[in-house]
């Protein structure tokens, strides 16, 4: 018996057909509609984690140094700077050795002191060496230049302060007249020493000296050279007054 209100079967199933066809669209949609949110979620987030790093990536600590890597002066920074160190350690009293030992270490270098003017002598006041440096020898120098008085002029920490200028000391003495320096370059397995005036900034007096022993041949164009003349002026900042100093 026929029925009126009975959809026929060819177009019952096109009807069915156009339903789906429709509800794939509005699904596609909607699916684009997710990945267009989560495609700017994502981007917000990538956003917020480059600004985090901005602030944060200072602190993070950096990989121990390799042979291969260049003198870490000449990156950029990741850690509190040598000068820093230093600088704190002499605002606060503190042992120079931890910030001279990471002198030694960033500049490549053998060995590196500082020296405080006091009454006609210069007093040792920090030093540090490299790892394999023989203890008999690092603490041999400590003992010799521990106190060094103005009259001898054999040292460049010396030379440095007599003539206030920098002193470059050499393996050779007969090319500086350094044979103190001399004599430990070739113990510190050494090619030469430099060492450098500390000034007053105010008077312009001279209060200390600092110095550094390295392998390689020293001129004022060497990045260790130009580092540790400005390790030199912003230790002078800082350093406390000497009972005597030299105008």
Same mark, same amino acid.
């Given at each position: 018996m026929h029925q009126p209100n009975q959809v026929p079967d060819a177009n019952r199933v096109g009807h069915v057909k156009r339903v789906q066809s429709d509800q794939c669209k509005v699904q596609n949609e909607i699916r684009d509609v997710s990945d267009c949110e989560s495609l700017r979620r994502s981007q917000r987030f990538l956003k917020t984690a480059t600004v985090v790093e901005s602030l944060f990536s200072p602190l993070c600590t950096r990989s121990p140094l390799r042979d291969t890597d260049p003198p870490h002066f000449l990156k950029k920074e990741l850690m509190p700077t040598v000068t820093e160190l230093l600088t704190e350690a002499l605002r606060t009293s503190q042992s120079l050795d931890e910030p001279l030992q990471r002198f030694v270490l960033e500049t490549k270098s053998r060995a590196a002191g500082l020296w405080r003017?006091?009454? +006609?002598?210069? %007093?040792?006041? &920090?030093?540090? @060496?490299? !790892?394999?440096?023989?203890?008999? #020898?690092?603490? +041999?120098?400590? %003992?010799?230049? &521990?106190?060094? @008085?103005? !009259?001898?002029?054999?040292?460049? #920490?010396?030379?440095?302060?007599?003539?206030?200028?920098p002193t470059l000391a050499q393996l050779d003495p007969r090319e500086t007249g350094l044979t103190g320096s001399a004599s430990w370059l070739v113990k510190f397995a050494c090619a030469t020493s430099l060492a450098v005036p500390l000034r007053d900034p105010t008077?312009?007096?001279?209060?200390?000296?600092?110095?550094?022993?390295?392998?390689?041949?020293l001129h004022e164009q060497h990045p260790v050279w130009t580092t540790i003349v400005n390790l030199a002026a912003t230790a002078s900042q800082v350093l406390p007054p000497p009972q005597a100093t030299i105008a």
């Open positions: 003017l006091r009454e +006609g002598h210069l %007093e040792m006041i &920090g030093f540090a @060496s490299v !790892a394999d440096m023989p203890r008999e #020898i690092h603490h +041999g120098f400590i %003992e010799v230049t &521990g106190r060094v @008085s103005l !009259a001898q002029n054999q040292f460049g #920490i010396v030379r440095a302060v007599n003539t206030n200028a008077t312009h007096a001279i209060i200390g000296a600092i110095a550094v022993s390295t392998e390689d041949i």
